[in-house]
Every structure is written in structure tokens, then in C-alpha cells.
């Protein structure tokens, strides 16, 4: 297949000598230490930026794709070690900082994402075209990362099912005949240490290349937990890949990738603070530090990134990977392309504190020393891709389509202590429930987009997507006591019928007692098309427009966190119409660039919690489901400009306007009512900015200074589907900076970089520990938890790269 000519980008890129801004970034294609890009003359202004957003090699500023990139430079100045650092920076983009582990990220693009990493993820994260079917144990570390790409909007012609909120790609290095080497090493505070590596070159020129990359992540914690009298959310990981690329001849080409990763970072724990809707001056007032949960006699003043969470975190986690692909020319004008992977990981165990409380005894009838809320948790899976692709090229008409299949085998196994708070002194805790689940997924895919030029300026975009997705669900739900044990039923009966066991010191609710969902509504199948059509048009070399429909779907599928059997069904697939346009330009010469996209989504049975009727139990339940219809709308404006030689700016714009269409039910026998229509989305800030500024100072013959600064800033949001004000999570804003030396062989680089130097703190969420206390001095107080972002970290790191 024809690509874009290298050395005409690296000839006319010219990227500032600090290079920082999203979009005015050295080219991907041309950032390797062999062959620096060296500074721009006054009249060169940005450089051309290369994307595979659309499955070839495309210029950002021509290519009909709402898309960011973020590159090495970027990164390395801002000390990003993982996407989780980009929270704020990048438009339409919004990702927690936090997580259940380090590895854990989700991700939500113009307002939509899923929460919950149990299920099915609505933004696809692709690692080299290979899609990662669940949010859990994602990128560790981004030692070999050339290059993000994040795709905004429907991605379902060219990357499958479940991109219906858009796509994250990391597109990593492929060794060649250059030797290339990197590393570095760094320290901060909170005894904060990285050091990684990457080692590329050939083993036989012109035929065998290979990489391998280490990377070693971590830091004590950034949270002080008093209970524990030590810092806990510590990090701790490892990991790193092994490429191996082989070309026999000029139109054939293997590569062979293996990676893995080894997490011991400490599991989440959360900080408490309360609420007092009547008494607002009560609010804030933080951990129950003493008495019992029946009769609190002391409470302690709420602190920034301060947990009381009396159990130490553990998670075990590993993850990895197997890929092969093969890509091979056909002609000049047609190729195919193979790709297989193997993939897996495992949490065994995750233990973590929902309530950031200290274990207090429950009461007089249970004095044992127990949690309001934890979680102990053992997940495994293990998934196997093929994609069989072709790609042609011929005078107007260009196109790629190919066939795809995913399988998947996904098990869960979750042991819940809910015990809350005792009604009385004479109540037992509600038994840990344990539920177990395996969910086998099936994908089957056809796909086909192509482009066809009409004239030299304008082009017609068309494709779609043919999807069936096959799901088996097996669910057992089990009752165990305090210590995690199943309790036997021949022992206790109250596990098949409910009630207290005294003996144990616990209580099985009726609603919930030991069931399995086998034969009863454990498998269902899906299909869907997904079409794509848009217009470009190139008015002037410097200004494209583009325009486009198209439609995006989420496969259905069961309740993971069923509580009974009547709540153990399957929900709908999620739909999504998205209409879009913008405009890439570039003005001034090259020095200003401004791209603008605006965006309307309509979604139909948007997946959430909802009341359903079960036909199991002929009753309406609470469970998985879907809200019938939703929208999202919305612009993202980025722009980059150099004004003078050496000083880039960038400022990024997003706008966002969330709402529930029809999200409603009335009171359903046990089921209360609720109505969410006209509510915003939980955990959507309506707008987002950030802006930054690099300077170059070059020392002839030495180096260059490199100093550079960045702000971020997004406005309230809610934490629930209701919207209210004890869930609300204000205004933010964190300033970083950096400051730095590149030698001017650029081959050692010196960065101190500051994160969050203001030490903002905030919460990312908000959720509910207990309900109102009824009576004594905190009455109408209300506990409630969320974590917290990362203090003000300082990070010397030092580079050497060949």
C-alpha cells in the first residue's frame, strides 16, 4: 500500500524546540533521537502531524476524524505516565484519577463511558489495533507509546462494537534497522521512583529488528490513613513488552509482540466526609472514630486525602498479552493485513474499603469489629482476537473492509460486605454476599468504509458495520459469613429461606438467599448494523471541512451484580445516532492552527441502572437495564500557535450538555419510583478548559532551557442520576509546570516537573455510606465517601536516549 512519504514530513515538520501543545507536536512518524527535528525557522510554523485514525497513514489536518494526539515530547515534559494523568487536558475527554487500581481507567468521551469496570466498556481502548474487552487492567505504562490517538465520537465502522463513545489508541514503536535507545530514571516526593527503558535495533539488517521496553512505577501513597498510621493508594508496577519484526521482502512483513504487566499497588481506599442537608454547618465532619456503629461517640474532622479504612488494601493483579500480525502488498494498489492476539489477566485477590471508615464493633448483639462496606474480589480473563483486513487504493476510490471475531471468557467473583449501619442495638449485619459469575462472549463481525473522491477537493465517506454478538451467562449468588465462608445450608436453613443466625451474628434478607441462574434467561444474541456516511471538502490547503452521520452500538448483556435471581437478566443494547462537523485550519503561515467540532448524540436505551420487570419473579425489580432515551451535544475547539520562534500555546476548549429524554418509572410494588428525566449525566462537567505555554531558550552549542506551564480547569458536576447536592462535585483547576535542560545533541534531557502545584484537592465522586443519623447531636448527617485526586507531586527525572 502507498503511505505517506517520511522524509517530506520530517522535512517539513517544524515543530517548535520545546515541543508541548496537543496538536503542535513533532510528528509521530519523526520523533526518533537518531534523526532529531531540529528547531523551526521563523517562517516554518507547526509541523504536520500523521494519524491512523482511519486505519491508514493520514495528515490530522485532512483526515474527517474529530482526533487528538498526544506524543512522547508531551509526555515526558509533563511527567504522564499513564492516560490517567491526562484527566483535563484533552477535549471532550473525561477520565477519572483515580481507581479501584492503578490499572483500572475509564474512560468517557462527550459524556458517555461506563463507570463500572465489570462491564462492558462504551469507549474502545485499542493497543495496536488489538481491542482490550475490559477496563480493568489496562495500560500500565507508556514506555514505548509513539504516539495517543483519541478518536472522538461513534467508532463502529472501522473498530468494532463497544467504541459507541468514541476510541483510545495507543500505537506503539516498531524497531527498524536504527539502533534506538532510551532511558531514564526519576524521584519526586511522596518516595516516588520510575525507571524505564527501551532498547531497538536490528539482529539481522534489513530482515530482523527488535524491541523491549521495562518499565518500574512507584511511589508510598499519596493518602494518610490514621487506622493504619501509615500512607496507603500506594503504586507498584512492573511491566513491559518484547517486539520482534521480521521482513523477508519489501511486501511482507510479521510482527510479533508479547507484553506483561505485574500490579501490587495497594487497592483503593476512599475518604469520608458527611453531609447534613438541615444542619449544613455539620457537614464535613468526617470519620466515626469511636463507640459503635450503632452509637458513634466521637467523630473527627474531615481531612483532605485522609482515609480511616481499618483494612490494608491488597491487589494481586497481572495482565498480558500474545500478537501476531502479518501485512502484506498484493500490488501497489491492494494489501491485506492479519491480526491475531491472545490476551488475559487476573485480579487474585482485590480487597478494598467502600466507606473509609475504621471497623468499629457493630452493636450490643454483634460486637464484633466489622466494615460498613468492602469488597473482596477475584476476577479472570481471558480473550482471543482475529482480524482479516484488506486495503486498496485506486485513483479516486479508496477503501477497507475486512472481518473480525472475538471471544471471550470473562469470570467474577465478588464477595460484597454491605453490613451498614444497625437499625437498633439489637440488629445483626447483613450477611457478605458472594456472587459469582462467567460471562462467554462471541463476536462476529463484517466491515467495509470506503472514500471516494468526486473531485480533487471534495470526498464522499461510506461504510458500515454487520455485528452479531452471542453472550452465555452462568450466576450463582451465595451468602458466606463475616470471614467470606459459604454458609451451609443444611446447617442453616435461613439461607433458603432468610433471617437472623444468631450463631454466625448475621442476617439473610428473603429477598436475597442462595440461587443460580442456570437455564433461566442465560443466553441471548444480538445483532446490529452500524453505518457511517460523511462529506469532506479541502477549500483551501489550509482549511478542511468535514461533515458526518453515523451510528454506534453497545452489545447487551447481563447483570454481573445480580443480588437475587429475579435480578440476574439480561439488558438491551445501547444505540447511538451521532451527527457531526468541523473545521482543521491552519492560518498565518503555519503558526496558528485552530480546529473546531461540534456534535449532537442520540441515544436510545442508554445502559444504567433502571427498574425492570423480571419475568422470574413476575414482579419489577431493580437491575441493569437501559433509560429509553438520552442526548448529548456539544463543540470542542483546540488550538495550537507559535507566535515567535521556540514559544508554543495552546488553548482547548469543551462544551457539553448532557440530558435524560425519558428516564422515568412510578412505584413498583418494592421498587420506589424515580424519575430522571431532564437530568444531566453523572459525572459530566458542562465545561472544560486548558490552556499551556512552552518556551525554548536556546545556549548555542550547549542545549536548550525548556520551560513550560499548563492549567486545567472544568465546572461542577453530580455524582448521581438525581442530581443532588450532597453528590455535587465542585469547580476545579490544577496548574502543573516544568522546567528543564536538553543537551544540543539531544541525547541527555534533565525535567523537573510539578503537578498540581496549587494542592488542590477534590473528589471525583461522591456516594453514600449510611443514611441519616436519626438522633443525638449529628442528627441528619450523612456519611458519604469518593476518592480523592493526587496532591502536589514534584518529579526530577533525567533521559538518555541514542
Known amino acids: 500500500m502507498p503511505s505517506i512519504n517520511r522524509e517530506w514530513l520530517r522535512a517539513a515538520a517544524a515543530p517548535p524546540v520545546v515541543s508541548f501543545a496537543l496538536l503542535s507536536i513533532e510528528p509521530a512518524l519523526a520523533t526518533e533521537p537518531t534523526n532529531p527535528v531540529k528547531a523551526p525557522d521563523a517562517g516554518n510554523g507547526l509541523g504536520d502531524i500523521v494519524v491512523t485514525a482511519t486505519r491508514k497513514e493520514t495528515r490530522l489536518q485532512s483526515t474527517p476524524v474529530a482526533v487528538s494526539v498526544i506524543d512522547e515530547t508531551f509526555r515526558s515534559n509533563q511527567n504522564v505516565l499513564t492516560t490517567r494523568d491526562l484527566a483535563g487536558q484533552i477535549p471532550g475527554l473525561y477520565t477519572p484519577p483515580t481507581g ?61 462494537a463497544n467504541s459507541a463513545g468514541g476510541a483510545v489508541r495507543y500505537v506503539t514503536r516498531t524497531p527498524g534497522d536504527r539502533l534506538n535507545l532510551r532511558f531514564d530514571a526519576g524521584y519526586g516526593n511522596y518516595k ?50 518484547v517486539k520482534l519484526v521480521f ?55 474531615f481531612g483532605d486525602n485522609v482515609s480511616y479504612a481499618g483494612r490494608y488494601g491488597i491487589n494481586r493483579s497481572h495482565s498480558g498479552g500474545l500478537t501476531g500480525r502479518i501485512d502484506f502488498d498484493l500490488s501497489p494498489h491492494l494489501s491485506i493485513h492479519s491480526i491475531t492476539a491472545l490476551r488475559a489477566f487476573d485480579q487474585n485477590p482485590v480487597n478494598y474499603n467502600n466507606d473509609g471508615q475504621n471497623r468499629l464493633p457493630y452493636n450490643s448483639a454483634q460486637p464484633r469489629r466489622v466494615d460498613i462496606s468492602d469488597n473482596y474480589i477475584v476476577y479472570k480473563q481471558k480473550s482471543f482476537t482475529q482480524e482479516l483486513q484488506v486495503q486498496g487504493d485506486w485513483n479516486r476510490l479508496d477503501f477497507t473492509g475486512g472481518l473480525y471475531y472475538l471471544f471471550e471468557n470473562f469470570r467474577s467473583n465478588r464477595i460484597g460486605y454491605v453490613t451498614g449501619l444497625p437499625a437498633s442495638d439489637t440488629a445483626l449485619p447483613a450477611a457478605p454476599f458472594d456472587q459469582i459469575g462467567r460471562t462467554i462472549t462471541r463476536n462476529y463481525s463484517a466491515y467495509l468504509q470506503a472514500n471516494y ?22 450466576f450463582q449468588g451465595v451468602n458466606d459469613d463475616l470471614d467470606g465462608n459459604p454458609i451451609d445450608p443444611t446447617l442453616y436453613p435461613q439461607v433458603r429461606t432468610g433471617g437472623a443466625i444468631p450463631a454466625l451474628g448475621v442476617n439473610i434478607a428473603a429477598s436475597q438467599i442462595n440461587f443460580t441462574n442456570a437455564n433461566v434467561l442465560n443466553h441471548k444474541t444480538w445483532n446490529a448494523f452500524t453505518p457511517k456516511l460523511g462529506l469532506s471538502y479541502q477549500v483551501t490547503p489550509a482549511i478542511f471541512l468535514f461533515a458526518s452521520f453515523a451510528k454506534g452500538f453497545d452489545a447487551g448483556g447481563f447483570n454481573n451484580r445480580a443480588l437475587n435471581l429475579a435480578t440476574a437478566l439480561p439488558y438491551a443494547p445501547e444505540t447511538v445516532s451521532t451527527y457531526e462537523g468541523g473545521v482543521k485550519s491552519e492560518w498565518f503561515n503555519r503558526h496558528l492552527r485552530v480546529n473546531l467540532t461540534g456534535f449532537y448524540n442520540d441515544y436510545k436505551n442508554l445502559q444504567t441502572a433502571v427498574s425492570a420487570f423480571s419475568p422470574i419473579s413476575g414482579t419489577y425489580v431493580s437491575t441493569r437495564g437501559n433509560a429509553p432515551a438520552a442526548y448529548t451535544q456539544g463543540f470542542e475547539l483546540e488550538t495550537s500557535l507559535q507566535p515567535v520562534d521556540n ?9 457539553l450538555k448532557t440530558r435524560f429524554d425519558d428516564y422515568s418509572a412510578p412505584t413498583l410494588g ?20 486548558f490552556a499551556s505555554a512552552d518556551y525554548g531558550i536556546p545556549i548555542g552549542g550547549v542545549g536548550t532551557i525548556k520551560l513550560g506551564s ?39 534531557d534533565f525535567t523537573l516537573t510539578a503537578r498540581n502545584i496549587g494542592n488542590a484537592f477534590y473528589f471525583s465522586t461522591l456516594s453514600p455510606v449510611s443514611t441519616p443519623l436519626r438522633a443525638g447531636p449529628f442528627a441528619g448527617t450523612q456519611l458519604v465517601q469518593g476518592a480523592q485526586n493526587a496532591p502536589r507531586t514534584i518529579f526530577f527525572k533525567v533521559v538518555y536516549q541514542y
Not at 205 to 230: K, M
Not at 459 to 469: K, S, V
Open 100 to 160: 479501584i487500581t492503578p490499572l483500572t481507567n475509564t474512560f468517557f468521551i462527550r459524556g458517555i463511558g461506563n463507570s463500572d469496570p465489570i462491564f462492558d466498556p462504551t469507549v474502545g481502548i485499542y493497543i495496536d489495533d488489538v481491542y482490550l474487552p475490559r477496563a480493568i487492567n489496562g495500560m500500565s505504562d507508556l514506555t514505548d507509546i509513539e504516539r495517543i490517538e483519541v478518536l472522538r465520537g461513534p467508532q463502529g465502522t472501522l473498530f468494532g
Open 192 to 241: 516516588a521512583f520510575n525507571a524505564h527503558a527501551y532498547v531497538a535495533g536490528p539482529l539481522m539488517p534489513g530482515l530482523l529488528a527488535a524491541s523491549i521496553a521495562f518499565a518500574h512505577d512507584e511511589h508510598e501513597g499519596y493518602t494518610w490513613n490514621p487506622s493504619l498510621q501509615r500512607r496507603v493508594n500506594n503504586q507498584n508496577t512492573d511491566g513491559g513488552p
Open 247 to 301: 521482513t523477508p521482502s519489501s511486501t511482507l512483513k510479521f510482527i510479533l509482540t508479547a507484553d506483561g504487566t505485574v500490579d501490587h499497588s495497594q487497592a483503593a481506599q476512599y475518604v469520608p466526609t458527611t453531609y447534613n442537608a438541615t444542619n449544613p454547618a455539620l457537614s464535613g465532619l468526617g470519620a466515626i472514630t469511636g463507640g459503635t456503629l450503632f452509637s458513634p461517640t466521637q467523630f473527627s474532622a
Open 453 to 474: 473522491r468526486l473531485t480533487d477537493r471534495l470526498t464522499l465517506t461510506a461504510g458500515g458495520r454487520y455485528i452479531t454478538i452471542r453472550r452465555a451467562f452462568d
Open 647 to 655: 514559544l508554543s500555546l495552546a488553548l482547548n476548549v469543551t462544551y
Open 670 to 689: 418494592t421498587v420506589p419510583a424515580y424519575n430522571y428525566t431532564g437530568k444531566a449525566f453523572s459525572g459530566q462537567p458542562e465545561w472544560q478548559y
Open 710 to 748: 499548563s492549567v486545567n480547569w472544568q465546572t461542577s458536576y453530580f455524582s448521581d442520576l438525581l442530581n443532588s447536592p450532597q453528590y455535587r462535585i465542585g469547580n476545579k483547576h490544577f496548574v502543573n509546570g516544568f522546567i528543564g535542560f536538553t543537551t544540543a545533541n539531544r541525547r541527555w
